[in-house]
């Protein structure tokens, strides 16, 4: 399925809208609930895709911006065991640069053990790219929505959770 990264955004937003109310009023009550509850959600939304999706808050005050929940932070597992990229992981540096402009600097990170990994750092944030898992730890624009799609479609489409 083409723009799979960016069909489970929408869907994830979607679903938060849907519950914004109640979510608003578990999060007054409190903050660990609403952030369990959003995981929750999170957990539906990305099963319906065949991954584990994960919202992360980095900064604690985050949980009360719900019109932030699933533009930023966003952790995807679609293999937690796999040690190796599918495919060169200069191909992985490469697209980074590709569609996230020149002010991206891919770099190796996390070889050890017989693993790969790359980290993409950028002025807005970073991309953490593991065989197995995404993580953006930034804000999710054009740019990042493109390169995610590629990134489960190249990376990850074949390792997903049935």
């Known amino acids: 399925m083409p723009n799979t990264f960016g069909l489970m955004l929408d869907d994830l937003r979607s679903n938060v809208e849907a519950n914004k109310e109640s979510l608003m009023a578990v999060l007054r009550k409190s903050p660990n609930l609403a952030y369990q509850k959003l995981n929750e959600l999170a957990v539906f939304v990305g099963s319906r895709y065949g991954f584990d999706l994960q919202l992360h808050f980095p900064i604690a005050g985050k949980i009360s911006d719900i019109d932030s929940y699933g533009t930023e932070n966003i952790g995807i597992v679609a293999d937690k065991f796999r040690k190796t990229f599918p495919v060169p992981r200069e191909e992985v540096k490469g697209k980074a640069v590709e569609f996230l402009g020149a002010e991206a600097k891919p770099k190796d ?19 953490e790219i593991l ?31 049935n």
């Open 109 to 127: 990170a996390y070889m050890y053990e017989g693993k790969e990994g790359v980290r993409v750092v950028m002025p807005s944030g970073r991309i």
């Open 131 to 161: 065989p197995g898992s995404v993580h953006f730890w930034c804000k999710i624009d054009e740019g990042v929505k493109n390169y995610g799609n590629w990134l489960i479609d190249n990376l990850y489409s074949n390792t997903k959770k």
